[in-house]
């Protein structure tokens, strides 16, 4: 945009030096510029102070963030039932906070059925029905534990007992070369016994789970 006036000029270079240059080299004989321009309305040094004083539109208009909005609402329903709160089944690190949820009439069916303890109406009572629920879920991971340290020493000392048969097998073998074939038989019978146990033992010592901390206090 060329310099309309010696008054726009200066007036440009004093507060907007950056587009005062790109407008001085747009405007052909900038030496001849007049004054001011004479006719009312007209005057760019008017027009410039007139566009400074509007607001950037960059930073006058207000940013708007977009608030999270519940899928399940329907504003238009008059709902008489309010808060609902959805206890979900527990596992073995959950906290009460993990699965208890507060929702409406039109939230409930986002839960899957098969994952919910219980829906209750009251938030005083789905906390201890969560906390109930925590609680019973860790007993019985601790009888199930127990149980496999049980079975692994049954295991342990059945393999010991078989293990000291085999050596009497292979003993009495040496003494008595004539039933040797009979010990040596009753022994490899009694090894694959043990294979089998240890491969058992293997299985449920990997399937054990370390107890939440509050069941190892």
């Not at 490899?188 to 399937?207: C, F, P, Q």
Request: charged share 30%.
């Amino acid at each position: 945009m060329p310099f309309k006036s010696q008054a726009q000029q200066r007036m440009m270079f004093a507060t907007q030096p950056k587009t005062a240059e790109k407008w001085a080299h747009e405007t052909p004989n900038i030496k001849k510029l007049p004054q001011h321009v004479e006719e009312e309305g007209t005057d760019p040094m008017v027009q410039t102070a007139q566009m400074s004083q509007q607001p950037d539109p960059m930073t006058s208009q207000p940013i708007e963030i977009d608030q999270p909005v519940d899928q399940y609402n329907h504003p238009g329903c008059d709902d008489q039932i309010g808060d609902i709160y959805v206890v979900l089944k527990p596992s073995a690190d959950n906290s009460v906070e993990d699965i208890m949820h507060k929702t409406h009439a039109f939230g409930v069916h986002q839960f899957d059925p098969q994952t919910v303890h219980g829906v209750y109406g009251d938030e005083g009572e789905a906390n201890l029905v969560a906390e109930g629920a925590i609680k019973d879920l860790h007993q019985h991971l601790t009888k199930v534990e127990k149980k496999k340290d049980t079975i692994l020493e049954k295991i342990s000392k059945k393999i010991h007992s078989l293990q000291k048969e085999i050596n009497d097998h292979m003993k009495s073998a040496n003494e008595r070369p004539e039933e040797s074939d009979t010990h040596h038989m009753l022994a490899e019978k009694k090894m694959g016994i043990i294979r089998n146990l240890r491969d058992k033992h293997k299985l449920i010592k990997a399937s054990k789970k370390e107890l939440p901390k509050k069941d190892k206090e």
